[in-house]
């Protein structure tokens, strides 16, 4: 029985890694991420500390200062680095923890129904509605500024879709014959949701957590950029709070800001191309037409007709 | 008709609960935070606030010695009346006042970039999804995520730039021009427009990615239907199939999705106004968060909530004349 558990197991996450090399987007995406998740823990200790004055302040870049130095004199290509360990780390906490949430409160949502999911419902939705970044910077402007206080501010204000995109798949599980077997069997409710119903989601996990982690780090980086974060901390928001109080634009400095947003919309769209890839191996839709390409010659292909073929094929 | 009526009154409904909530977060927030708010405040500028501003200031956050529960009602009270306190930085001039100004130009630049937006993703999604064996189908998505992933406010500072600061071919600041005079007149007509294109078109091209992919998607779903198959059986025009019978349908989710994306994009246009000096709500934001003037930030949080709430309960009504299943 647990050697036969262990195979289920390995499997599944065997599959996970082998759909991953095998799609091409999810590939490349999975590479730069990586390469930035090593580059922020294993860099910093052989260059420069990124808060020491080094040289003249705005050097434009050059072979002593790759990115060159900002309004303070301390060195560009250093903070962008070490900003990286931050940023990536409060976005992708608050990716999980919203994540969590959302599957705890749609996932009831969903597998109840009734009342409790018309009170839910109605959370979430005035949640969704509300401006995020008003609120997000009033939060953040009372309480003192620490990553604790960004993961908190970023948890609060973008649980509520995901909760949605849940509560509704939750909504199909809910009458499939398996949670009716669960049920008749003498399961309790929250084991069928976390052991039965959960697993089975995983994919639309997988990409809700890179959705909420794209949203977490766009947005961490504008409170930040506003001020709201720690400024005495080097983050990639906190770079460019720096960049624009030393006024990059009016001394034409671009260096200073170019290479942090460089890297914030690496990171997103390496997180984007995730999302597409994992689309792409769970979607049947695009499976199914994956394989029709495959079969009908180019030429025979009319505008505007989807295939509908049989993905087990 | 009767039940059109009810599900436009159901969804007002709705938007006063989210407003109400909205209203209570706004209550709630400085009273959670350890410690009486005033006196946060007041350690913060450090002395540096007149005794009198600090007086005003606990007046408008409500901060009087009754019962939480009776300065909730006071406070809703003051805010029906449109009383949103008064500022600290701008002592004593009253927030409404101050916010009152901005509005105008926050809803004029992102109602219009997140217009512009929608009518040309949509129609990329309409024609990518058509010829999906193109090139363009492959070239587009991948180009305008990557733009997507940019944030609102670095893509501004570099449009700003480079259009900007380096070739001087756009404005660096404001809604207009110095010497226009504020009129229904052409050359503050043009002058407005040639000072929005700049975070308008920042605006737009970060957000372009988003309406395109997700029309693109339902259209591909949409043309995977019977009834698409059969029109195309009856010898119907390609034209007609793509735009009548497909696109007419494959838009709804888009329709419904503006609503929610209206709050979206006008949290990026809070962000750009800043980059660009642009006199909306969020360059009153960034000087509000700068000199931390609470009630002005607070004000601005609720403008802006009823703002969106109003929007999205517009796109409702529009809504139903898109989409028969919610007349039946």
């Known amino acids: 029985m647990i050697s036969n558990k262990n195979v289920y197991q390995k499997s599944i996450l065997a599959r996970w890694i082998s759909g991953i090399i095998g799609n091409q987007k999810a590939f490349i995406g999975s590479c730069i991420i990586l390469f930035f998740g090593v580059s922020a823990i294993f860099i910093p200790p052989f260059i420069q500390s990124p808060t020491d004055f080094l040289s003249t302040p705005l050097l434009p870049p050059s072979f002593e200062y790759f990115f060159g130095t900002n309004g303070q004199g301390q060195d560009v290509f250093a903070q962008t680095i070490c900003g990286a360990r931050q940023t990536l780390f409060v976005g992708f906490s608050a990716g999980i923890l919203v994540v969590i949430i959302g599957a705890l409160i749609g996932g009831i949502a969903g597998y109840y129904g009734g009342r409790i ?147 914030i919309a690496l990171i997103s769209f390496a997180l984007t191309l995730i999302n597409f890839g994992i689309d792409e191996v769970s979607n049947p839709r695009l499976i199914s037409e994956k394989l029709w390409r495959n079969k009908v010659p180019e030429n025979l292909i009319t505008h505007g007709i989807t295939p509908v073929s049989n993905s087990n094929e | 008709m009767n039940s059109s009526v009810l599900y436009i009154a159901r969804r007002f409904g709705f938007y006063l609960i989210a407003a109400f909530a909205a209203l209570t977060l706004n209550f709630i927030i400085p009273r959670l935070m350890p410690g009486d708010p005033a006196s946060i405040i007041f350690a913060r500028f450090k002395g540096k606030l007149k005794p009198e501003a600090i007086d005003a200031m606990r007046e408008s956050f409500g901060l009087t010695n009754d019962p939480i529960f009776f300065q909730y009602i006071s406070y809703l009270k003051s805010i029906l009346k449109g009383d949103l306190g008064t500022s600290i930085a701008y002592f004593p001039a009253p927030v409404s006042e101050i916010i009152g100004g901005g509005l105008v130009w926050t809803i004029f630049l992102a109602g219009t970039s997140m217009i512009i937006a929608f009518l040309i993703g949509t129609t990329l999604g309409i024609i990518i999804a058509w010829n999906r064996t193109g090139k363009l189908d492959t070239i587009l998505p991948p180009t305008l995520a990557f733009f997507g992933a940019f944030p609102y406010f670095w893509l501004a500072m570099v449009f700003l730039y480079l259009f900007g600061f380096s070739l001087n071919w756009f404005p660096i600041g404001r809604a207009y021009g110095n010497e226009i005079s504020p009129g229904y007149n052409l050359p503050f007509f043009i002058s407005t427009l040639y000072h929005a294109f700049l975070p308008a078109l920042t605006l737009v091209f970060v957000s372009l990615g988003g309406w395109m992919l997700s029309m693109r998607n339902t259209m591909i779903s949409t043309l995977g239907s019977d009834y698409i198959t059969f029109a195309h059986a009856k010898g119907i025009s390609s034209r007609s199939i793509m735009l009548r019978y497909a696109a007419r349908n494959a838009i709804l989710p888009n329709l419904t999705g503006f609503g929610m994306a209206l709050g979206f994009m006008l949290s990026g246009a809070l962000l750009t106004e800043m980059i660009f000096s642009y006199p909306g709500q969020g360059f009153l934001l960034l000087q509000a968060v700068q000199t931390q003037d609470y009630p002005l930030m607070q004000g601005i949080f609720m403008t802006i909530t009823l703002a969106v709430l109003g929007a999205n309960w517009l796109v409702d009504i529009a809504i139903l004349f898109f989409d028969p299943r919610t007349r039946k």
Do not use: H
């Open chain 1, 117 to 263: 999911d018309d009170i839910l419902s109605l959370l979430i939705n005035v949640f969704l509605v509300m401006p995020g970044l008003p609120l997000m910077v009033i939060l953040a402007s009372w309480l003192p500024p620490s990553p604790g206080t960004l993961l908190g501010v970023l948890v609060l204000t973008g649980w509520a879709w995901n909760a949605r995109v849940i509560r509704s798949q939750m909504m199909t599980f809910k009458n499939r014959d398996f949670v009716s077997a669960a049920i008749v069997s003498g399961e309790s409710n929250i084991r069928i949701i976390i052991i039965e119903i959960m697993p089975r989601m995983l994919s639309l996990l997988a990409s809700s957590f890179i959705g909420a982690s794209i949203y977490s780090i766009g947005a961490q980086v504008g409170l930040e950029f506003l001020g709201l974060g720690d400024v005495s901390t080097v983050t990639w928001g906190t770079n460019l709070y720096w960049a624009s109080n030393n006024l990059a634009l009016l001394t034409e400095s671009w260096w200073t800001f170019v290479p942090t947003g460089f890297c």
